[in-house]
């Protein structure tokens, strides 16, 4: 049996053909044009699944199931997108219409929730008995899965770990709070942070790294300025990791899990992230002389969505 994984997106649908094992078989992609009703959509991502199972070699009969991780709040119960700001999605009956298409159980969770799931089974959390899973990207999202399994919460909503207040009265996020752990720790934060660095230190490495365009700041130019020793890069490269570092001591704390994974863009700055935040999160711990959750990157890159929402039906 192999099992069909679907990463939707606002830009792009992913799909994979996944074996038990966790390897992608095939997949195709299209783009998601959120723009269209949702019925257009999701008709998309079946007949996307349908060409990537005809190029797996594979028939509808040996499929288990579709898994579905979508940018938002799902009912896993009913198989309702409760909803994906991305989308404009708000109580979409997702499974009933996939199943239109292709007769099969499907499965729907967050896509950070699925992309931990992968690599608690075949990544950086594999074998473990809990762990948690950061995607450090445009925003933070987070993945809880305990034993093999993944946790939502009772309402779905309990892998939201970029919306923890991390700064009270801090900077306004998106989702209308206020100083969320995202707006201080995900990609977008770091060219945030970046460019202010720069209208303070103009003659810094990071002015120079982006040509002194401001709009060309993102987390690479900082942490490759910060790598090189320039004194603007390191002061946002510690501020950054303080505030990472926080935020996975509140995890730690509230959660004690076995392992936390750091993926995303951000964690392609590979061991210069990996051992700073390594180093620093002890030194928050509630007991000093008892042991904390390891912190792993994540191994699976992109490939950990497509795993992971196949996953679900295993």
């Known amino acids: 049996m192999v099992y ?17 094992k966790g390897n992608i078989l095939a997949t195709a992609s299209t783009r998601t044009m959120a723009e269209r009703p949702y019925q257009d959509v999701i008709k998309d991502m079946a007949m996307c699944a349908l060409e990537a199972l005809k190029k797996s070699g594979k028939a509808v009969d040996e499929v288990h199931s579709i898994g579905v991780g979508v940018p938002g709040v799902a009912r896993a119960e009913t198989g309702v997108v409760v909803f994906c700001t991305n989308l404009g999605w708000a109580e ?25 799931l992968a690599e ?3 990544g950086g959390s594999a074998a473990t008995h809990s762990s948690v899973f950061l995607t450090l990207g445009t925003g933070v999202g ?15 909503i309990g892998s939201e770990v970029g919306h923890m207040t991390l700064i ?18 995900s990609a977008t934060a ?19 790294n982006c040509g002194g365009n401001p709009e060309r700041v993102n987390a690479k130019v900082v942490f490759d300025a910060a790598k090189a020793g ?15 570092s926080l935020g996975i001591n509140s995890i730690i704390t509230f959660f004690d899990p076995q392992v936390i994974v750091l993926g995303g863009g951000v964690s392609a700055a590979g061991d210069f992230l990996l051992d700073a935040v390594r180093e620093a999160v002890p030194k928050l711990r509630l007991f000093q002389a008892l042991p904390c959750a390891k912190i792993e ?7 950990a969505g497509i795993i992971g929402a196949a996953m679900l039906g295993r």
């Not at 009265?169 to 707006?183: A, F, H, P, W």
Request: net charge negative; glycine share 14%; charged share 25%.
């Open 230 to 244: 320039d004194k603007a890069g390191l002061q946002v490269f510690h501020d950054y990791v303080k505030y990472l």
């Open 142 to 156: 987070g993945g809880i899965v305990i034993e093999g399994k993944p946790w939502s919460g009772y309402h779905g």
């Open 190 to 208: 770091i060219g945030r942070m970046g460019r202010e660095a720069m209208e303070k230190y103009p003659d810094s490495l990071i002015a120079i």
């Open 4 to 20: 069909i994984g679907i990463d939707l997106g606002g830009t792009n649908i992913a799909v994979g053909i996944v074996d038990e």
């Open 92 to 116: 979409v009956p997702l499974r009933e219409e996939m199943q239109k298409y292709i007769n099969k159980p499907v499965h729907i969770d967050n896509d950070a929730t699925v992309a931990g």
């Open 297 to 303: 990157l994540a191994t699976l890159g992109n490939s």
């Open 168 to 185: 009270a009265d801090g900077i306004q996020c998106t989702c209308g709070k206020k100083g969320c752990m995202e707006r201080y720790c």
């Open 120 to 122: 608690s089974l075949f």
